[in-house]
């Protein structure tokens, strides 16, 4: 299975999940975390296990000029999440009716009605609905009230700080891949398309096309 559009239908099978909800770009030490309790969750009733990502991410909904970079494409993305031992890859197309869905909305039709979520784990930090007005609090009541269990994971400190998207995204603005990778425990990757240019390789008598890069190592929880 690919990955599921949250516009789409859900799937029998999948039906009764447990959700890790978040963006979850990079993957990092706290994302694992955050995956890793709903899956351990999900093994445990002997349901299915969902990780969900945003794409486009929210802050590039809203400033499309904001500077702060995507990590993984959505492919990277459900790689690592598959490979932590979900069962699927959940994607939130995030555009304007998404963005303006109550908090309340997105509890009730969204993860109940539309998803059949029986459980959603979350970092302590989540905000969801229109106006970012739903808080890890309100989705524990809201979720009681429509038999959705909630759960909420502390951030992972490292340092005396969490680790976070943006301590990955400064380590490799200031050149240090090292400290970038130590966060996410793999190599930070990039994938893309090799293009043809103007062939001046075979003028200096080798290929000068950069190739894609990948370097993953399995998520570690």
Same mark, same amino acid.
């Given at each position: 299975? /690919?990955?599921?559009?949250?516009?789409?239908?859900?799937?029998? &099978?999948?039906?009764?999940?447990?959700?890790?909800?978040?963006?979850? @770009?990079?993957?990092?030490?706290?994302?694992?975390?955050?995956?890793?309790?709903?899956?351990?969750? &999900? /093994?445990?009733?002997?349901?299915?296990?969902?990780?969900?990502?945003?794409?486009?991410?929210?802050?590039?909904?809203?400033?499309? @000029?904001? &500077?702060?970079?995507?990590?993984?494409?959505?492919?990277?993305?459900?790689?690592?999440?598959?490979?932590?031992?979900?069962?699927?890859?959940? =994607?939130?197309?995030?555009?304007?009716?998404?963005?303006?869905?109550?908090?309340?909305?997105?509890?009730?039709?969204?993860?109940?009605?539309?998803?059949?979520?029986?459980?959603? =784990?979350?970092?302590?930090?989540?905000?969801?609905?229109?106006?970012?007005?739903?808080? +890890?609090?309100?989705?524990?009541?809201?979720?009681?009230?429509?038999?959705?269990?909630?759960?909420?994971?502390?951030?992972?400190?490292?340092?005396?700080?969490? =680790?976070?998207?943006?301590? =990955? +995204?400064?380590?490799?603005?200031?050149?240090?891949?090292?400290?970038?990778? /130590?966060?996410?425990?793999?190599?930070?990757?990039? /994938?893309?398309?090799?293009?043809?240019?103007?062939?001046?390789? +075979?003028?200096?008598?080798?290929?000068?096309?950069?190739?894609?890069?990948?370097?993953?190592? +399995?998520?570690?929880?």
């Amino acid at each position: 299975m /690919r990955w599921i559009d949250h516009r789409s239908e859900m799937p029998d &099978a999948l039906r009764g999940a447990i959700i890790a909800l978040g963006n979850f @770009d990079g993957f990092h030490m706290g994302h694992q975390a955050v995956a890793g309790e709903a899956i351990r969750w &999900a /093994r445990e009733e002997g349901r299915p296990s969902i990780v969900a990502t945003f794409d486009p991410h929210p802050v590039r909904y809203f400033k499309p @000029d904001a &500077a702060p970079f995507r990590l993984t494409t959505l492919e990277q993305r459900q790689e690592l999440y598959l490979a932590a031992g979900a069962t699927a890859m959940l =994607v939130f197309h995030f555009d304007g009716d998404l963005a303006s869905t109550s908090a309340e909305d997105f509890v009730g039709k969204l993860l109940h009605d539309h998803l059949g979520a029986a459980g959603v =784990v979350t970092g302590e930090d989540f905000t969801f609905g229109k106006g970012r007005t739903g808080s +890890r609090t309100m989705l524990q009541s809201l979720g009681a009230a429509h038999d959705i269990a909630a759960r909420t994971v502390p951030p992972v400190m490292d340092n005396g700080s969490p =680790v976070s998207s943006s301590r =990955v +995204r400064q380590a490799l603005a200031q050149g240090d891949p090292q400290e970038a990778a /130590r966060l996410l425990t793999r190599p930070f990757a990039i /994938r893309g398309i090799v293009q043809h240019g103007d062939k001046r390789g +075979r003028e200096i008598g080798y290929p000068t096309a950069n190739l894609s890069i990948e370097s993953y190592l +399995r998520p570690k929880f």
